[in-house]
């Protein structure tokens, strides 16, 4: 089916919309570092409505308990611009997902190299190897390939990202081009450089001194591969609401492969569990994560804000390799 949609997934939403955002996040009880940090952080984020800064805070502290031993360094330290010569780690492990299931982490942190113009950033990186897929076509969400394409390309309505409503995966255009090994580099080729884009753009925006790459390229590519390789995946031919680590689809829009990405950075989702995978029950972020970029995953507008830049760059700070806790650890190397 070109839609993720089912009896099963249809029951299953309807029973989330009987318990009515029970997956919401709670306020925290209080804790002196998460007050500082929330505070520290909303000073970057900059005025907001009361509810907002308390359920950044909740999220804040939601997301950082998944995770043992708690390691939440100062704002300070970890907004820093990094000094030269600081070692890159590769940072890896599972997180919880709705309490339901573990999802991947994995990407590298270390000190951006220096640009003309620019002072010392930090540079959170992830070479991604790409298994193709066996169809002969692939879905896309918009027309952004261009024309030098393997034909024949079709190319008719409404790009994904500018529908009306919530879903990743709108009927509001056919875009489909030839599963040719061009085509599909053409398409890896504009991952690499579109989906950082959304995230060195709130960077900036916010001061967050720090620059990500994606770099994204068939496994057998030697002329577009980069070393070391961080992940490798599959690439489905399709669009649907399916798990980020069984495969990156050709059918999502920039803005949703933005999202998919940041929970391989160890970011969690900010909406109700289950909403968008059927018509019955619409994505619904959580209240107050309306322009979260982790809340609503498919408009243009929505943001990584600096909570999020701080939960990707913290890690490099802490050090989990001593914990015996029951959760799955996120394991920090050199």
């Known amino acids: 089916m070109r839609r993720v949609r089912g009896a099963k997934m249809a029951v299953l939403a309807l029973l989330v919309l009987l318990v009515g955002g029970a997956c919401a996040p709670k306020p925290p009880v209080g804790r002196p570092a998460i007050l500082a940090l ?13 509810t907002d800064r308390q359920h950044r805070q909740a999220l804040l502290y939601a997301a950082l308990v998944k995770e043992r031993p708690w390691c939440a360094p100062p704002l300070d330290e970890v907004f820093r611009a990094p000094a030269r010569g600081l070692p890159e ?51 896309l969400p918009d ?23 919530v879903e990743a995966c709108p009927d509001s255009g056919t875009f489909r081009v030839p599963a040719t090994r061009r085509n599909i580099r053409a398409l890896l080729e504009r991952w690499s450089t579109a989906i950082e884009a959304y995230y060195n753009r709130d960077a900036k925006r916010y001061g967050v001194p720090v620059r990500y790459d994606f770099h994204f390229f068939l496994v057998d590519d030697v002329q577009h591969a980069r070393r070391p390789i961080d992940l490798r995946v599959s690439l489905a031919s399709s669009c649907g609401r399916t798990p980020y680590f069984g495969a990156l689809r050709s059918g999502w829009s920039i803005p949703v492969l933005a999202h998919e990405m940041g929970h391989y950075l160890g970011l969690l989702d900010e909406y109700e569990a289950l909403s968008g995978v059927s018509a019955l029950y619409p994505k619904k972020p959580f209240a107050g994560s309306e322009g979260s970029r982790m809340g609503l995953s498919m408009k243009t507008h929505t943001q990584l804000w600096p909570l999020h830049h701080y939960l990707v760059l913290r890690r490099y700070h802490c050090d989990h390799r001593a914990t015996h806790d029951e959760w799955p650890r996120v394991l920090i190397h050199d």
């Open 89 to 139: 780690r590769l940072i890896g492990g599972r997180l919880p997902h709705y309490e339901w299931y573990l999802g991947p982490i994995r990407y590298r942190i270390g000190a951006s190299r220096s640009r003309a113009g620019e002072g010392a950033r930090w540079s959170v990186r992830l070479n991604v190897a790409i298994d193709p897929p066996s169809a002969e076509t692939l879905e």
């Open 38 to 50: 929330s505070s520290g952080l909303d000073a970057y984020q900059g005025p907001g409505l009361p």
């Open 143 to 165: 027309c952004g390939l261009g024309t030098d394409l393997d034909g024949p390309v079709v190319c008719v309505g409404t790009p994904y990202e500018r529908a009306e409503g």
